[in-house]
């Protein structure tokens, strides 16, 4: 079954494609949008020892020119360093502005290739391929990307849409258990702000005997939350704001352990219960809304609990947050599952959501 949506915005439309094995047909799907024959591939370690000689091979036999660049795994790599090598291993190349380069892998390989495309000669073309559950239905759609400084993450990108989006659910099979979960906080997150049914559908789905039925439609209805929020918001100046539920919290645990702890989903999943748990007991949101938050982040693994960590380093991450402005950061809340909203608050009172639940 094909699943296909569209991205349409003022200056670019691009496809998204959900498909069981799309990876074996991509190159007859990169024919329809590229018509040229210089291709470069940007993946990690781990997911290059899975796949990438057969989509290598896949390519060649279709007449491409076929170049590697790998990266290590892990959050680290998105960083001024890496992106350097990057570079470096492009001009080695002799890429063009003609070339394509396709991202292949999670949401590491997805931001760091995107944000290469992006920069390198003023921006080349490229393709988003996403291996992880989490890149599938969050990272690879939207345009946004980006890399780490040591202070922060995310704080030097850039919104840069690819020309396609191919999803193949198949490639989940290879995932680590913990990073298919780790996607799973995601996917909640789209349920809590946009949509109850979704909520609980996965109240009831057993991930581990349904994965194979259930993958498509859950793909499909978060990248289709997410293209119609990005159609409506590309530049995030309000609504799309509402994609970072959990977030502001969960990028400074993420930020207070070094992103070696905890996963990008781990730690989200923690922001979505501690922001909801705190909403609840200032009466901003209905009440009973963070147990079921609780008991679906248990039912897929996930943390919940706000761990001793240093105030000040929260704070003070929190306070580098892209949603800052000026002496206020803008907090996504719910007011109930399916229904989320922004609330500015100072500063100064950012405290007031953390205590008891430090």
Do not use: W
Request: glycine letters at 6%; aromatic letters at 10%; charged letters at 25%.
């Amino acid at each position: 079954m094909l699943y296909k949506l569209e991205v349409k915005l003022p200056q670019k439309i691009y496809p998204i494609l959900i498909k069981k094995d799309i990876i074996k047909d991509i190159c007859y799907e990169i024919n329809k949008i590229y018509n040229s024959k210089r291709i470069t591939i940007i993946t990690d370690q781990n997911v290059g020892k899975l796949y990438v000689k057969a989509l290598v091979d896949n390519l060649k036999s279709y007449g491409f020119d076929v170049y590697t660049i790998f990266i290590e795994p892990g959050e680290n790599s998105k960083s001024i360093k890496v992106l350097t090598d990057v570079y470096n291993q492009l001009l080695d190349i002799g890429i063009t502005r003609k070339a394509l380069i396709l991202a292949f892998g999670g949401g590491v390989v997805g931001d760091l290739a995107g944000f290469a495309a992006a920069t390198f000669l003023r921006g080349i073309r490229y393709i988003q391929i996403p291996t992880s559950l989490l890149a599938q239905i969050d990272s690879s759609i939207g345009g946004k990307v980006a890399v780490n400084l040591p202070r922060g993450k995310n704080l030097i990108g850039n919104f840069y849409h690819p020309e396609a989006v191919f999803i193949d659910p198949s490639l989940l099979k290879t995932l680590p258990r913990r990073f298919l979960y780790d996607g799973m906080a995601e996917v909640i997150k789209y349920a809590c702000i946009k949509d109850i049914d979704l909520f609980n559908k996965l109240m009831e789905v057993d991930i581990e005997t349904d994965f194979d039925f259930i993958i498509h439609e859950i793909i499909y209805r978060c990248c289709n939350i997410k293209k119609e929020i990005v159609e409506y918001d590309e530049k995030e100046s309000g609504e799309r704001m509402l994609l970072n539920f959990g977030h502001t919290i969960g990028h400074a645990i993420e930020r207070a352990f070094n992103y070696e702890r905890f996963t990008h989903g781990e730690a989200v999943a923690i922001g979505m219960y501690c922001i909801t748990k705190k909403s609840e007991d200032m009466g901003i949101t209905k009440k009973g809304t963070a147990d079921s938050i609780k008991e679906l982040l248990v039912k897929f693994k996930l943390p919940y609990k706000l761990y001793q960590i240093d105030s000040d380093i929260l704070i003070e991450a929190i306070n580098l947050d892209k949603k800052s402005e000026d002496d206020y950061i803008n907090l996504v809340l719910l007011r109930e599952i399916g229904n989320s909203f922004m609330k500015k608050v100072k500063k100064e009172d950012i405290h007031l959501f953390l205590q008891n639940e430090m």
